[in-house]
């Protein structure tokens, strides 16, 4: 059997990986896209490795990016995240990946898709269409190419690169329901079997779930792979994730809960404590502000994704939240340090001095392009090259 051959470059955005490709080379039918992705990622795979495809075995090395034609006159590029499951061939639409935002700019500047300095700073305006909202990206570039050697190391990529500035304007209320879909600070969700559990529901970047690590028998020092373990606790957190997701008017059934893997996210949430990260490397209590391990596409995060610590630092912001509730005493939501599994991570709420309301959530990333040329994919993944646009 042929295979069918699409441009694309393969990228690392933050802590994550992902092919990155552009509207025009994809079907005019969106609804031949999933399973075109599933196929350039290897995707379903029982044995969670993804080895006849691009996948990674693991939800951070599981996604797609399309980039295209700006469609709002408040931005400069349109850019849509697809999150691929693993184990299976969902493909889901419904949230952004933060990490992978900081290489959108990048990967538009380097294409000539958007205007630019040959050399300082660049700033790009990218529209996600996923949330409906803009992220602004600046980034130094010299000789008409945007910079990666620089001195920015981030927790969980060996090394150091040029930052990515993100400021996610306006993140609150990507769905439509308001900042706190359920009107409230904290909730309680009863579960299956009559526990009751505290719960922050925010849609704030992405919308997310956050339970304090104590109420589930969890603790926010352990390491991911005794999170994914502990299959108990994995099943508490996803009946959790579920109930939240029809709390917030995000799906109207636990099927259609379950089958929107990307979206919301949950995670545990504790106060600082010291700890040892994937590396070994020992962090003290007093270098954090709280601690955290969110739960992606089903699988524990082996650091943190950027939308879900955007969502955690605007949780920080709203008075009462289980989320605020962890933090000390003189704890900034501007600055925050959070404990991942890959160390400390910062991250920021902006908030009008006025209102109080979060006008902007901020964080620093890394990205490279680390490979140029095309994914190919069976062609009964995809219909003639004459389909496409």
Known sequence: MRQTHIPAAFMRGGTSKAIVLRRADLPADETLWPGLFAAMLGSPDPNMRQLNGMGGGISSLSKICIIGPATRDDADIDYTFAQVG???????????????????????????????????????????????????????????????????????????????????LDPGNTFGRGTLPSGHAVDTLTLGDGRQVRVTMIDAAVPSVFVPAREVGGDTGTHPAQIDADTALMATLEEIRRLASQR???????????????????????????????????????????????????????AVPVTGALALACAAAVDGSVVADCLGGDADVLSLRIGTPSGIVGVGAVRDPGTGAITAARILRTQRRLMDGQVLVPAAALPLPSDKT
Do not use: W
């Open 248 to 302: 917030m008017g995000l799906t109207d059934s636990a099927d259609a809960a379950a089958r929107r893997i990307a979206t919301p996210k949950v995670a545990m949430v504790g106060p600082a404590a010291p700890y040892a990260d994937l590396s070994g490397a020992a962090h003290a209590a007093e270098a954090q502000d709280l601690q955290v391990r969110m739960i992606s596409a089903g699988q524990a995060h082996r």
């Open 86 to 168: 693993v184990r299976d061939d969902t493909v889901d639409f419904s949230g952004n990946c933060g990490n992978m935002s900081s290489a959108m700019g990048p990967f538009a500047y380097d294409e000539g898709l958007v205007p630019g300095p040959r050399d300082g700073e660049a700033t790009v305006r990218i529209h996600n269409t996923n949330s409906g909202k803009v992220i602004v990206a600046r980034f130094a570039v010299t000789d008409g190419e945007a910079d990666v050697s620089g001195s920015l190391e981030i927790p969980g990529v060996h090394g150091s690169g040029a930052p990515v500035a993100l400021d996610f």
